[in-house]
């Protein structure tokens, strides 16, 4: 399986430009696609054979009582199977959903596999999700990891694919 992505980004966001709005990501680099998949060693070995570089090992997220998860307002048990494959100028996540209700099985459930958000690495999490609420994007989903916490935003509407935000300790 070949996925090529193309992105289209709109410059201009309610009549303003989108660097003219640094409040929110900072330097506006994505550091990160993320895709929704069904079978994370079958898709790993794919794109580690067109990427040309190793198969990398998959982990497991934590569970609800380390990771806090919560979706659409509610702790879920929630994990998935997750493997990175970092690339000088990103990294492509894979994400194979298991467990509890998420953004990424309720994707999977209605899209099929694809692209499930694009990442930006940011400082003052609750914050950034206060301005695009007030942009009209919503909070989804929630969770910590070793060292860190993220975000999925709803900005589908807006910009046609979810937000990761990743606040990084």
């Known amino acids: 399986m070949i996925l090529i992505v193309f992105f289209s980004v709109h410059p201009v966001t309610e009549g303003k430009l989108l660097d003219t709005q640094p409040e929110i990501f900072g330097q506006g680099v994505v550091t990160q696609i993320g895709l ?9 070995k ?4 067109f990427l040309g570089v190793d198969v990398p090992e998959w982990s497991l997220t934590d569970p609800v009582d380390k990771a806090h998860t919560i979706f659409e307002d509610k702790l879920t048990e929630a994990r ?9 100028n990103i990294t492509i996540e894979l994400i194979e959903p298991v467990g509890g209700p998420s953004t990424w099985q309720e994707f999977l459930d209605e899209h099929g596999e ?19 609420q007030r942009k009209g994007m919503n909070l989804l989903q929630k969770g910590d990891y070793e060292g860190g916490r993220y975000s ?4 589908s509407q807006h910009l046609g694919v979810l937000l990761e935000l990743l606040e990084n300790f």
């Not at 794919?46 to 054979?49: E, G, P, R, S």
């Not at 998935?80 to 000088?88: D, E, H, S, V």
């Not at 999925?152 to 900005?155: A, G």
């Open 46 to 49: 794919a794109y580690a054979d």
């Open 80 to 88: 998935a199977k997750l493997a990175f494959f970092r690339l000088k």
């Open 114 to 132: 694809g692209v499930h958000h694009i990442a930006f690495e940011i400082k003052g999490m609750d914050e950034k999700i206060i301005q695009l």
């Open 36 to 44: 929704v998949v069904r079978d994370i060693e079958k898709t790993s």
């Open 152 to 155: 999925y935003v709803d900005s």
